[in-house]
Structures are given as C-alpha cells and as structure tokens.
C-alpha cells in the first residue's frame, strides 16, 4: 500500500510564499504521476499542478505563473512552491499518487492565506 505524507502548510499573508511536500512510501514504484489538488470547505477538490514520471506538468490556470510542481523520482518525492499567494488559495492541499490502476491520497495539509 503506498503511503502519502504531506508538509509545508500553513499561515501566510497575501503575496507570501509555502513550499509543500509530500513523500510516498511503500509500493510506490509503479506510480506514474504525482500532484497537489486542494479543496475548500464546501467545494469540490480541484488540481492543482501534476507531474508524470516523464516530466510533463498540468497546471490549473489559476496556479499558472505563481505555483512550480517539481518531482524526485529516485526520491518518490512531489514538491509545490507557491508564489504570491491569494486569499482564495485557502484550502486544504493533497497529494496524490496515481498508478493508473490506483490513485492514493494524503491526509493533506492546510493552507491559509490571511491578512
């Protein structure tokens, strides 16, 4: 079973910046893409940024110029910066792991963006 572990939230004024992470462990050799999705409460959980094993990234448009995903593969290993934070970032962050057969989940991590 892999296993999702999620850190870097937390308290940030708008404009500031947090750099998720998020470490897989277990049977995670055969997972071909890692990403963040966050969800509000009351709202549906929406990608965030994606990466394959092969490099090629997804972006939502709204993390488009401010957020990077980038990936250790020998690490199993997703990293999110996130750039020039929005209140309307506020949410809940998950990393996923996806096999193509199985997708798992973390616990996720909050993120709060607050004067």
């Known amino acids: 079973q892999v296993q999702l572990v999620e850190s870097g939230g937390g308290l940030v004024q708008p404009g500031g910046s947090l750099r998720l992470s998020c470490v897989a462990s277990g049977r995670s050799i055969s997972i071909y893409v890692m990403g963040w999705y966050r969800q509000a409460p009351g709202k549906q959980r929406d990608m965030v940024a994606v990466?394959?094993?092969?490099?090629?990234?997804n972006y939502a448009d709204s993390a488009k110029g401010r957020f990077t995903v980038s990936r250790d593969n020998a690490a199993n290993t997703v990293y999110l910066q996130m750039n020039s934070l929005k209140p309307e970032d506020t949410a809940v962050y998950y990393c996923n792991a996806n096999s193509g057969a199985s997708s798992y989940w973390g616990q996720g991590t909050q993120v709060t963006v607050s004067a």
């Open positions: 990466v394959s094993r092969g490099g090629s990234i």
